[in-house]
C-alpha cells in the first residue's frame, strides 16, 4: 500500500510540474445533506451561466450510478468516466458538449474501479484526467446528496466546496450535519451556502444568516453566503422539457439569480487562483481519501 501512495504521488509530482505554467482548473465540488434540493439543476444550470460569461466549463456528474446532469440537459451519454478509468476510452470520446459550450462528463459507476486501479492504470488515468487542464477553467462536481462515505470523500477532495439548502427543516439540519463531518475532518476548505426554492429574500436572509451564525458559533468555520433562488415555476417546467431554465428562460427571476451567483464565484476567482488545484490533485486526495484513512493526517 505504501509503495502504491509513493507511486501516486510521484506522477502527480510530475503532472503538477507540467501544470505549473499553464495553470489549473479550479475545483468546486457542489453537495447537499439530502437529496430533493434541487442541487443538480442548479449546478448545470450555474455552469451555464459561467459558460456564457466567457469560461470554460466541465461538469463531472459525481452522483455515481446516476446520470442525473445528462437528464437535465436532455442529452442521453453512453459512456463516461468509468471508461476513462478502466482505459477503454480517452477523454474526447466521452465528453460531451450542451449549451453555450458547456461540457459535461457522466460519472458512471466508477469509485470501485478507481480505487483498485493498479499503479500503471493510474498513471494512464491520470495522464487522461490531466488533459482536461487545457480544456476548463472551471469544474463543477456534482455529488451525490446525504452524508455517506463516498459524498464527504467527493466534497471534501476539493478546496471549494458549495453546499446547497432548501429552507425544508430537515434539509437545513442535515446540511449542518454534513457540515461538521465535512470540517471536523477538513477547517482548511472554503465552504460556501447557497439557499434554493426560497419564497421571498427575507426567507432567503433569516436562514443565511441563522445557519451561517449557529456553524460559527458550534463549529467555529465561516461559511459564505453565495446567495439564493427563488421557486420559480419555470424551473420545474424546465426539468420537465429537459432544458435548463438559464437557456429557455433566461428573463425568468431564477435564471438571473444564478447569474448573479456565478457573477460572484467569478469575483472570488483571482482570490482563490493560487489554490486551483486541478482534477490531477482532486482524483490523488480522493484516492487518499479512500486508500490511506491511516495517512489521512499527513495528507490534509
Not at 20 to 27: P, Q, T
Not at 85 to 112: A, C, T
Not at 124 to 134: A, G, H, R, S, Y
Amino acid at each position: 500500500m505504501k509503495d502504491q501512495a509513493e507511486q501516486l504521488r510521484h506522477i502527480v509530482a510530475r503532472l503538477k510540474q507540467r501544470n505549473r505554467d499553464r495553470g489549473n482548473a479550479r475545483i468546486i465540488t457542489i453537495t447537499s445533506g439530502k437529496g430533493g434540493v434541487g442541487k443538480t439543476s442548479l449546478t448545470t444550470n450555474l455552469g451555464i451561466s459561467l459558460a456564457q460569461m466567457g469560461y470554460r466549463v466541465i461538469i463531472i456528474d459525481g452522483d455515481f450510478g446516476l446520470a442525473n446532469i445528462d437528464l437535465m440537459l436532455g442529452m442521453a451519454s453512453r459512456y463516461g468516466l468509468r471508461e476513462m478509468i478502466l482505459g477503454q476510452m480517452d477523454v474526447n470520446e466521452v465528453i460531451l458538449e450542451g449549451p453555450s459550450g458547456i461540457k459535461f462528463i457522466s460519472g458512471g459507476s466508477g469509485i470501485r474501479e478507481l480505487i483498485n486501479l493498479g499503479s500503471h492504470q493510474m498513471d494512464v488515468f491520470l495522464e487522461k484526467i490531466d488533459k482536461l487542464n487545457d480544456m476548463a477553467d472551471i469544474v463543477l462536481i456534482d455529488t451525490g446528496a446525504g452524508a455517506s462515505d463516498n459524498v464527504v470523500k467527493m466534497a471534501l477532495a476539493a478546496h471549494e466546496i458549495v453546499l446547497v439548502v432548501t429552507p425544508e427543516p430537515t434539509a437545513i439540519t442535515d446540511a449542518y450535519a454534513l457540515t461538521k463531518i465535512i470540517t471536523s475532518i477538513r477547517q482548511d476548505v472554503d465552504l460556501r451556502l447557497i439557499i434554493n426554492r426560497v419564497q421571498s429574500m427575507t426567507e432567503a436572509e433569516d436562514i443565511l444568516d441563522k445557519f451561517t451564525k449557529t456553524v460559527y458559533r458550534f463549529l467555529g468555520i465561516t461559511v459564505e453566503a453565495l446567495g439564493s433562488v427563488n421557486d420559480d415555476i419555470h424551473v420545474p417546467k424546465s426539468i420537465r422539457e429537459q432544458i435548463p431554465y438559464i437557456v429557455s428562460y433566461p428573463n425568468c427571476r431564477a435564471s438571473r439569480q444564478v447569474g448573479y451567483i456565478a457573477k460572484k464565484l467569478t469575483e472570488q476567482n483571482n482570490e482563490v487562483r493560487r489554490d486551483n488545484q486541478g482534477l490531477v490533485s482532486y482524483f490523488r486526495r480522493l484516492l487518499d481519501f479512500f486508500n490511506f484513512k491511516d495517512r489521512q493526517e499527513d495528507i490534509l
